[in-house]
């Protein structure tokens, strides 16, 4: 007996190594299971295998050979439990803070089958990073916009983490690391309206009918699974802010996502938990007293939740982008009584970098698509990749999603979608915080217009400005009736040497279409 489920396992795991994800029926084989077989596999039949196991696997061309050789693939054979005389002398994962359970302690690849991985990998990648397929130049200078950089009278660093339009005032407001709020008046120079102390760092903001605000703070910006991360409530009591923990314990949350999922005529809240090794989608339902947590994704890498009735059943679901290992956008469909089905609608491998999405109907046919910027670049392969940038995915109708559209762009990161110009379609605005600082023109900042045709026409900006641009938003912020753009400013310098220079937190573009 025991022989035939042998024979029966090698037959899975063959077939898996083999066929295409769309047609795989079987669950992947664990590690342990891959581990404990005898394996007469070539060395792309163990990649689909050992790392189909935890994640899609990236093709060998996603990477040049050095960075597969010396940063990816050692870690990757660490993570299994595999540890070579090379590695002795060096640091172990727990000696830098890596949590237990990140790196096995059992061996779960044999040396002969990780050798055969690891060549397969450096026979077939590049020498250097692939260059960016052709694509339309940009134009130099964002046509229909006044562009310009509000200084204030003050030596204070550029390290804004949030950016928010207040709707009904057109306030703009603004988070930094530096664990403050400012309300700026964007009517009359941007001037202070207010300041406001946190307790940590803010990331996102919603505001409630009677003038309170929830607060979403983030912890620990730089890579860590601490939590320290809160949902906090600010009022005002007379002329002073007071404030409560609502929710805490999150790890390293960047979205704050609000709506009534339960139907019981409270909000709840989705909050993506990005963490670093650990971290989680969560969505917090409403009960009597307290909050009742439901783990929609015990993953890291949770970046966005958008409320949304995906299947028209009547209810809310989730819809979310997942990065890090499991990189995709998935849904969770409300079943009812606090149950959440998942289903992913797109999967990208975990080199992608995905940092942003949106779901709009951007071809105007009926149908919500898929809008992804992929550039994060902060992790073990810090090189230009010719995949990252903007892709559209076309909705058939039936919530099925294909690529129509992509524009290469180096660490795209931010992204907002109106219909700038007026014009009856949707535009794009897309920044980049990890961008090829030495391409020209400089690609951190591009302004995608749609033109008659459904195409986009690209734009980057003429002025003399530079800037580290992490976050950005849009909104009527001057109270002229058309959308603005405000970008925020993270410089390093600041950060790690100080700031020296009057502060400047912002880039401004003034939306002037008649």
């Not at 641009?469 to 753009?485: A, C, Y």
Request: overall charge negative.
């Amino acid at each position: 007996m025991r022989s035939i489920l042998l024979f029966v396992s090698l037959g899975v795991v063959f077939l898996y190594s083999c066929s295409p994800i769309s047609e795989r029926k079987q669950p992947p084989p664990t590690l342990e299971q891959l581990a404990s077989s005898d394996l007469n596999l070539n060395g792309e039949q163990l990649a689909n295998a050992y790392c189909g196991a935890c994640h899609l696997k990236p093709g060998p061309e996603l990477l040049d050979r050095t960075t597969w050789a010396e940063k990816v693939l050692p870690d990757m054979r660490k993570r299994m439990g595999l540890i070579l005389p090379e590695d002795f002398g060096q640091d172990l994962p727990e000696d830098s803070g890596v949590p237990p359970g990140v790196y096995s302690k059992a061996q779960l690849i044999k040396r002969n089958d990780w050798e055969k991985i690891l060549a397969y990998y450096l026979e077939n990648s590049p020498d250097s990073p692939l260059p960016q397929a052709e694509k339309a130049e940009p134009v130099i200078g964002i046509p229909g916009f006044k562009v310009s950089q509000p200084v204030f009278n003050t030596i204070k660093g550029n390290l804004t983490t949030m950016l928010k339009i207040h709707e009904e005032t057109g306030n703009l407001w603004l988070g930094d690391r530096l664990k403050m709020i400012y309300v700026l008046d964007a009517k009359n120079g941007f001037r202070i309206l207010d300041s406001i102390p946190t307790d940590i760092a803010p990331v996102d903001i919603t505001w409630n009918e009677n003038g309170s605000f929830d607060l979403l703070n983030m912890g620990r910006m730089d890579p860590s699974n601490d939590t320290v991360g809160m949902v906090s409530g600010f009022w005002h009591d007379g002329q002073e802010w007071k404030s409560e923990e609502i929710i805490s314990d999150l790890i390293r949350p960047v979205n704050l996502a609000v709506a009534d999922w339960n139907g019981d005529g409270k909000p709840d809240r989705v909050i993506s938990q990005f963490g670093n090794h650990f971290g989680k989608m969560s969505i917090y339902l409403s009960g009597s007293e307290n909050y009742e947590e439901v783990i929609l994704s015990a993953q890291p890498g949770a970046r966005r939740a958008i409320a949304v009735d995906f299947d028209r059943d009547g209810d809310l679901d989730v819809l979310g982008l997942m990065t890090q290992a499991q990189e995709g956008v998935y849904v969770w469909l409300n079943e009812g009584g606090g149950k959440f089905k998942e289903k992913a609608l797109l999967r990208f491998h975990p080199a992608f970098g995905a940092s942003d999405f949106r779901f709009m109907d951007l071809d105007n046919d009926g149908h919500k698509d898929l809008i992804v910027v992929n550039g994060d670049n902060a992790d073990l392969s810090q090189i230009p990749k010719n995949y990252h940038g903007i892709h559209v995915y076309k909705n058939n109708g039936k919530n099925e999603f294909e690529e129509s559209w992509f524009y290469p762009m180096f660490g795209a990161s931010g992204l907002e979608i109106a219909d700038f110009d007026r014009d009856g379609d949707l535009d794009l605005f897309v920044l980049s915080f990890f961008p090829d600082n030495g391409q020209r023109p400089k690609e951190n900042l591009v302004y995608f217009r749609q033109n008659d045709s459904g195409d986009f026409d690209p734009f980057v900006l003429g002025e003399s400005i530079d800037g580290n641009w992490l976050t950005m938003t849009s909104g009527d912020v001057d109270g002229d009736g058309d959308i603005d753009v405000v970008v925020g400013s993270f410089d390093f310098n600041d950060l790690y040497k100080g700031a020296n220079e009057p502060w400047k937190p912002i880039l401004f573009l003034e939306n002037k279409m008649d």
